[in-house]
């Protein structure tokens, strides 16, 4: 069974193509994520995007998506729309794949075996909430795939000061959010705006894919 896609096209085909999915929390039709998925389209690149199992299930039974799916569950449906786009003629070696935290980080897990053009990670879960001595970063002090983090600087899953501090691996480029939260949100007395922020984001998504 196909998993349902929903794509943002750049007006200029043919593009590079980017995978999205969501956080633990909210669907990939979320407000700031569908804004953000057009946005990185109107800047040239394809822009599908997907839900996992369990986000399914909740929308079409009008309750709230808790618990997520097992990892292997998660990161199978990941391979499956994976390989569903190399039926349709999206070779996975020009493919570039991501999500926004939970979903970033099961990409992760699954990245270097599948071999992709590129990962984008937005709003990365480094540890739990709050909680530094959390963290689990050794696969990425590993990782080989070219691999983008679109992070806000006071994000309470890994802020800025936190982060720089890891030893992660040269094939991981960072990108710091002007004062963004998890969401990437600014305070308003910083002097910037959840807009701005999102529009820094899909830059530099962009740019990362179309340099490659």
């Not at 270097?112 to 050794?138: E, L, R």
């Not at 910083?190 to 820094?200: A, I, P």
Request: glycine share 8%.
């Amino acid at each position: 069974m196909e998993t349902p896609l929903t794509w943002n096209l750049p007006k200029s085909p043919p593009a590079p193509t980017l995978v999205l999915t969501h956080g633990a929390g909210a669907s990939s039709t979320h407000p700031s994520t569908a804004h953000l998925a057009e946005l990185i389209a109107e800047r040239g690149v394809r822009v599908a995007r997907f839900d996992f199992p369990y986000m399914r299930r909740a929308t079409a039974e009008g309750r709230r998506p808790w618990p997520p799916d097992p990892e292997d569950v998660l990161a199978g449906t990941w391979v499956q729309v994976i390989q569903q786009l190399a039926e349709q003629g999206v070779p996975t070696s020009k493919l570039f794949f991501g999500g926004r935290s939970m979903g970033g980080r099961i990409a992760s897990y699954i990245a270097d075996a599948v071999q992709p053009a590129g990962m984008v990670c937005i709003s990365y879960p480094f540890h739990a909430p709050n909680n530094p001595s959390s963290a689990i970063t050794i696969h990425l002090q590993q990782m080989a795939t070219p691999t983008l983090i679109v992070q806000g600087e006071r994000d309470e899953y890994g802020t800025r000061d936190e982060v720089e501090a890891y030893d992660l691996s040269p094939s991981i480029e960072l990108c710091w959010i002007p004062d963004g939260n998890h969401g990437l949100v600014p305070r308003k007395r910083s002097g910037h705006t959840e807009e701005g922020n999102r529009e820094l984001a899909a830059d530099a998504i962009a740019e990362f894919i179309l340099a490659r």
